[in-house]
């Protein structure tokens, strides 16, 4: 038998006494459930924001990147530090599902398939800032190496803007592939459990007819492990090569040998911050607080100190040197004593108040395990960041060599209207997903139940680890008999009479319903029945939460016996134990 | 010919390893395990050969990484060689450097996405294939076994039926249509 153990000092990943189809019914629920109203408020204002970000990029294109706040000597400015930003919150993803798969840390597995989600939906928003800044964007495919209309006229090969449009595409296109095929097995359990044949059609074409033969997880597994150790170096690629964009200029600020290993640093940092924002409101809205536990919610707050220790250190080494270097041009470089006291004091101290000490309050216990106070630090870091990589590009390009060219930035409303945008369209694509993907990868979070399950680790702590960790099944299964090419049960099709006596016999114990003195319920309200169900039980005269809360195993298989349709199912779904908290309620 | 397989269902993965283990100390053959997860020693214990997509993949690796130094050659060093910025493209090795990142992200875009169609095709996954579970509780959180009997059926499922199976339903399969 395999060993469940799992040291007893390390926390339960999953709490609430959960079984494995508890998993299936808490992770399909949201998908199953309809959306309230908070829901549709926040869809409507980040719709709303994407449109005017629209908006705002149809006009930069029909009129001209001059629509921007961009002059001679500030060139590149909030598209570029969009662009930047946006990369950066896209790493936690990959980070979390790959690296962390690598180091065999269990608890990603309650927070990969978000993290990856965020990740692919922020690179989506990255890679629109280099498209629109094009000017052209129905030129876009210049950027391939794919000869002119002039002769062989290639792209640049030695330029690290084009590196980037190779690093981010791969990597987009490696995220989405590891996380659809992670997707598969759970997209199958909610296409199993469908109750309408659209859903059921839909998750099945999702699902691409994934079926979990022992063979197909063999290699599942194998090949999830081969994309961790591929997207690992992908990952701390894409953002040493987004460096590669400044750090190979001549700019001053911009000429650092430290960026590739401080810009992945801070790419991690702010990923991590923008998962912590994502879900904590998503673990409460959509009830994952058994899956997405204080711990996962710590463990991220550790890795966000340990990047965020990373970056503090490359700020004190970008200061120093500036300054060490006595050289007057490096004292206007976004890390020195002219950008804390110069024109762009505020950004400067932003960026030090936001990334360097806000976080330093994680050291302490008992604020990081708050979850209102991560909540906060993880948009603070957001905002942090953003300044950043808007102090790398503003600041070091408006004090260049020549004084006369000095110059300062201002956005214009288009500038903000296709940041706003970009928030936008995320939103709408992560409240899309929210609703209608398993946003727990339940697969994974099964295969760890018995190991680090809170019942499991009780049961281990109660009767010692070489316990078993099942129910014995009691007795011999009975052997049934059926023909591929018919319907289920078809070979215990009962005779009129016997359905009658079954359904007198399931009422006796039920009790009848006399619609003179009560009122139907809403039966509907019970997980597992739906409107053709409800119907069913009707005919049967069961109308009330009272009748169906009474039902024991015995009675299950009455129902079983008169209703052919889905055998176990209200077994299985505790239709009783639902009913009668409906009926308290 | 009809033939008919016999379909053991468990409720538990540790139950379901006991179950594979006794199926195949008595010489029955088991034709496929459907799970919800992946239950760790399933494969060993069925007695699957390991999968070799990692080798696959390290091939396509390679393929990518020859095919990035033939472009890079060809577009940098061979069609049309530029000075850019100062930096002549003299030869393939002097002008390596520069060339380093898109090595890398050519190689790993062909082994990643070579070795995930791979992996799609040899399991029978793609959109629009239907699914082929023959119980949609396995991949909720039942487990099933599949066991081939020819003539011994009813004496496989009557020993299925003592290794904690909750359900044996024995199925005739026409395979003559």
């Known amino acids: 038998m395999a060993s469940h153990y799992e040291a007893p000092i390390r926390t339960p990943l999953i709490t609430g006494d959960k079984t494995y189809h508890d998993i299936s019914v808490d992770v399909a629920a949201p998908i199953e459930g309809k959306a309230n109203k908070s829901w549709w408020i926040v869809f409507s204002i980040a719709l709303v924001a994407f449109l005017w970000g629209l908006g705002c990029i149809i006009y930069t294109i029909s009129t001209g990147i001059g629509v921007w706040g961009l002059n001679k000597t500030i060139n590149w400015a909030w598209d570029i530090t969009n662009f930047v930003w946006w990369v950066g919150i896209g790493h936690a993803g990959t980070l979390i599902s790959a690296v962390l798969l690598l180091f065999r840390q269990k608890w990603r597995m309650g927070i990969n398939r978000s993290a990856e989600a965020m990740t692919i939906f922020a690179v989506i928003q990255a890679g629109l800032f280099p498209i629109i800044h094009m000017g052209r964007p129905w030129l876009a495919y210049w950027v391939l190496p794919i000869p002119n209309q002039f002769g062989s006229l290639w792209v640049n090969f030695n330029s690290p803007l084009l590196w980037d449009v190779f690093a981010i595409s791969t990597y987009l296109s490696v995220s989405l592939v590891f996380w659809w095929t992670g997707l598969l097995p759970d997209f199958a359990m909610i296409r199993d459990r469908a109750k309408t044949p659209f859903t059921k059609k839909i998750y099945g074409i999702l699902s691409f007819g994934w079926s979990g033969r022992a063979k197909d997880w063999q290699r599942f597994e194998e090949v999830s492990l081969v994309l961790a150790g591929l997207a690992t170096p992908l990952v701390l690629s894409v953002h040493t090569i987004v460096s590669f964009d400044f750090a190979t200029s001549v700019v001053p600020g911009w000429h650092s040998t430290i960026y590739p290993p401080y810009f992945v640093a801070g790419a991690i940092f702010s990923g991590f911050a923008m998962v912590q924002t994502l879900l904590i409101i998503m673990r409460k809205v959509s009830n994952l607080e058994n899956y997405i536990t204080i711990l996962h919610i710590e463990n991220m707050n550790l890795v966000i100190l340990l990047t965020g220790g990373i970056v503090t250190v490359a700020y004190l080494t970008e200061y120093f040197i500036g300054w060490y270097s006595g050289i007057p041009y490096e004292n206007y470089t976004y890390l020195s004593f002219g950008a804390a006291t110069g024109p762009y004091w505020w950004a400067f101290w932003a960026l030090i108040i936001c990334n360097l000490l806000v976080p330093l309050t994680l050291w302490v216990r008992k604020w990081r395990r708050n979850i209102m106070w991560t909540f906060i630090v993880s948009i603070i870091i957001n905002i942090g960041m953003w300044f950043e990589r808007f102090d790398i590009i503003v600041i070091d390009l408006s004090k260049d060599r020549l004084p006369s060219s000095w110059s300062m930035f201002s956005p214009t409303f288009v500038d903000i209207g296709i940041f706003m945008g970009t928030i936008g369209f995320f939103f709408v694509l992560f409240l899309l997903y929210a609703r209608t993907f398993p946003v727990i990868a339940q697969a994974e979070v099964k295969s760890i139940l018995k190991s680090s399950g809170d019942n499991y680790k009780r049961l281990r702590a109660e009767k010692g680890d070489d316990t078993p960790h099942y129910t014995e099944v009691s007795g011999t299964a009975s052997v049934k008999k059926e023909t591929e090419k018919t319907e289920k049960m078809s070979s215990e099709e009962l005779s009129e009479n016997d359905k009658k006596e079954n359904i007198n016999n399931l009422l006796s114990s039920l009790g009848t319903f006399n619609p003179d003195t009560q009122t139907a319920d809403d039966l509907k309200k019970i997980s597992g029945v739906g409107p053709v169900m409800e119907q069913k039980l009707h005919s049967l005269g069961i109308y009330t939460f009272e009748q169906v809360s009474k039902m024991t195993d015995k009675e299950y298989d009455l129902l079983d016996s008169i209703i052919n349709e889905f055998p176990g199912r209200a077994k299985r779904d505790d239709w009783a134990g639902q009913a009668s908290k409906l009926k308290n309620s | ?166 359900e044996i339903n024995i199925i005739d399969k026409d395979e003559d249509h």
Request: charged letters at 20%; glycine letters at 6%.
């Open chain 2, 1 to 166: 010919m009809a033939s008919k397989v016999i379909h053991a269902i468990y409720n538990d993965d540790d139950i379901l390893l006991n179950a594979v283990k006794k199926v195949r100390g008595k010489q029955y053959r088991i034709k496929e395990v459907y799970t919800p997860f992946p239950v760790h020693g399933l494969e060993k214990a069925m007695g699957l050969a390991d999968t070799r997509i990692a080798i696959t993949s390290f091939i396509y690796g390679l393929v990518g990484f020859s095919l990035a130094v033939w472009m890079l050659n060809y577009i940098m060093i061979y069609d049309w060689p530029q000075n850019i910025g100062g930096k002549p493209s003299f030869s393939f090795f002097e002008n390596m450097p520069a060339f380093v990142p898109v090595l890398f992200e050519m190689t790993v875009f062909f082994a990643a996405h070579l070795m995930v169609i791979t992996f799609y095709l040899r399991s029978r996954i793609w959109p629009f294939k239907k699914a082929e579970n023959p119980d949609p509780r396995t991949t909720d959180d039942h487990f099933l076994m599949e066991v081939s009997g020819e003539s011994n059926a009813d004496e496989v499922a009557q020993f299925l039926a003592k290794t904690g199976a909750v």
